[in-house]
């Protein structure tokens, strides 16, 4: 891989107008025709393998954000030689979509595939009889599909372009199918390239100690988009668990017995909340500070409470949580949380740091009303009555809450699945502990008459 190449397109990227067009005269004729042809000079990093002894490449990005090119730049460096007529790394290629026809159409003949991507001397010849693509010097790329896994039994190979794995309905199937065939050459190699999604199969593939991962947002290919295709996207999907996969790139997981799923997530989410009668800011602050700290989980959220209990609904406003903050940065980011949104009052577990936790928060505001809240049972025991909540449908949320969804689909009955604490959660729960059922429950009590 020609790294030198790849930082010299960024340095002409960034200069002035005067000395890029200087760089372009100082070409020949035939450097300046092979210029368009030169991937590693305008690729994006993600779109360039890794180094290294890897069998799989995942490219896993955004809609748009040129998996499709960097797919097929990946399949000619495979298969080209220094000459039109020299021999490549690999002979023997699958190409691999959910249909014949999204391979054909994408993968092969698309803006981004292979023959617009191959110079004229080096462009393979399309047998669709045969369904492969046959390039100059013998190479040789024979197209599959997913809908078919028993079509990869028998044929051999020395690499694979795989496109859009995590969509395909017999993926697993298909994945398993390819690895036999994998059998030609040195060192077979697979590029992967896909927009996640919470599927086993990929999610193995990225446990794999022999795969390597590049990925992008939509947006890191924006020069070669349509800017109301960008601003449409973000206007409906920014800040949405959705958007966070189909435009960010990021793999969304469920773990086994979460609490929440993602998909239950986003069938609650709302683009504003009504008028509210109460909100609180609630806070679930680290045992130590400095840069090894827990977040602090800082939350906020309203409810509208008119009407009998089971109409009480309530709305995730806002995630204001820090990293590795001092007490009084956290305290701070409490009380400014407050004075935003006009809440009511501060719910602040104390735990870990007992009335020293109310004592900092006063030093930034004497006045601010603190509710202390001490945990008697674990964390998972707190958080059921509150997922129940969401189950019956009472709990919305607003766009922006991607940390704490994450959170919350790795908290499962058996306790948090999750890197590190789930102070988010934390926060979220005392929250609604104090919004929705510490209220319903004294709704719900018996009065006892006076005899």
């Not at 407050?338 to 735990?351: K, Q, S, Y």
């Amino acid at each position: 891989m020609q790294r030198g190449i790849r930082s010299g397109a960024a340095w002409i990227a960034s200069e002035e107008p005067g000395v890029r067009d200087d760089f372009l005269a100082s070409l020949e004729e035939g450097e300046l025709l092979a210029l368009p042809y030169i991937f590693d000079f305008w690729a994006m990093d993600h779109q360039l393998p890794p180094e290294g002894d890897w069998r799989s490449w995942i490219i896993m990005g955004g809609r748009g954000a040129g998996k499709t090119r960097a797919g097929a730049e990946w399949v000619r460096a495979q298969v080209e030689g220094s000459r039109p007529l020299d021999a490549g790394r690999c002979r023997r290629l699958a190409l691999i979509g959910e249909t014949v026809g999204q391979v054909r159409d994408v993968m092969i003949f698309g803006e981004s595939g292979i023959l617009a991507c191959s110079p004229p001397d080096r462009r393979p010849e399309w047998e669709a009889s045969k369904k492969r693509l046959v390039w100059p010097n013998g190479a040789v790329a024979q197209v599959f599909s997913a809908h078919d896994p028993e079509g990869l039994r028998g044929p051999q190979f020395d690499g694979a372009w795989v496109d859009e794995l995590a969509k395909w309905k017999k993926a697993r199937e298909t994945w398993d199918m390819l690895q036999f065939g994998l059998r030609l050459g040195d060192r077979p190699q697979v590029c992967i390239t896909t927009t996640p999604r919470n599927v086993g199969v990929l999610k193995d593939i990225l446990k794999a100690d022999t795969t390597v991962v590049t990925s992008a947002p939509t947006e890191a290919n924006r020069a070669f988009l349509a800017d109301s295709f960008l601003e449409e996207v973000r206007t409906r999907y920014a800040g949405t668990r959705l958007g966070r996969q189909e435009l960010d790139g990021v793999l969304m997981e469920d773990a086994e017995g979460a609490l929440w799923t993602a998909s239950s997530l986003e069938a609650r989410r709302v683009e504003a909340a009504p008028v509210l009668d109460r909100i609180v800011v609630a806070v679930d602050p680290p045992v130590t500070g400095g840069p090894n700290a827990d977040e602090c989980g800082i939350i906020i959220v309203g409810a509208c409470t008119q009407g009998p209990v089971q109409e009480w609904k309530a709305y995730v406003l806002a995630d204001a949580s820090v990293s590795a903050a001092s007490p009084l940065t956290w305290a701070a980011a409490a009380v400014r949380a407050m004075e935003n949104w006009g809440a009511d009052r501060l719910v602040a577990e104390v735990n870990q740091g007992g009335e020293l936790v109310s004592e900092v928060i006063r030093q930034i505001d004497p006045l601010v009303p603190i509710k202390a809240v001490h945990a008697s049972k674990g964390k998972v025991a707190r958080a059921e009555p509150v997922a129940a909540l969401y189950e019956q449908g009472r709990v919305h949320h607003l766009r922006g809450l991607g940390p704490l969804e994450d959170q919350m689909c790795a908290m499962t009955i058996q306790g948090f699945e999750g890197k590190g604490s789930p102070d988010r959660v934390d926060a979220l729960v005392w929250a609604l502990h104090d919004l929705m059922i510490e209220p319903a429950a004294k709704w719900r009590r018996p009065r006892v008459r006076a005899v």
